[in-house]
């Protein structure tokens, strides 16, 4: 049987009633909300900082690899990562899905009860949105 080995930053919370599985380290500033599930169960989950956890919220890690989670993301209320790299400032909405083997960028959202496609990349700024799960890319242009 191999050890698990759970690594969080003094300056982490991580709430007492939390399913914690595999080798995790927690990065400054990230908060793992209660009744949250955090396992590595191929390879670790490497937290950067200052991502919010909330309850609920799955990241699952079924790959042999490393599974590296940027910083500032937010995984809102019952929202599953099983992707295999996600980057910052990403937004999970409330029962999301991030599918294995799937590549989020940076600033990407995936709209409530949204999902990805197994093994797709998503590009910086993709929005996932509908019943469709169509997607945009965010130009940052802004109509008034």
């Known amino acids: 049987m191999t050890r698990q ?11 007492q009633d939390n399913d914690l599985r595999g080798d995790i380290t927690v990065g400054t500033g990230t908060v793992l909300h209660p ?4 396992w590595a169960l ?3 989950i490497i ?3 200052g991502n919010i956890v909330e309850e609920n919220a799955e990241i699952i ?3 042999p690899e490393t599974l590296f989670i940027g910083d500032n993301n937010v995984f809102e209320v019952g929202s599953k990562m ?4 996600i980057g910052s400032r990403n937004t999970l909405e409330v029962r999301s899905q991030v599918k294995s083997g799937t590549w989020v960028g940076d600033e990407c959202v995936i709209g409530a009860v949204c999902s990805t496609n197994e093994n797709e990349i998503l590009s910086d700024r993709t929005v996932i949105y509908g019943a469709k799960n169509e997607r ?3 130009t940052g242009n802004r109509t008034v």
Request: aromatic share 6%; proline share 0%.
């Open 5 to 15: 080995k759970l690594t969080i930053s003094s300056r982490a919370l991580v709430c």
């Open 35 to 38: 009744q949250c599930k955090v």
């Open 42 to 44: 191929g390879g670790s």
């Open 47 to 49: 937290f950067g900082s």
């Open 61 to 63: 890690n079924r790959g």
């Open 82 to 85: 099983e992707g295999a790299k």
């Open 136 to 138: 945009r890319i965010f």
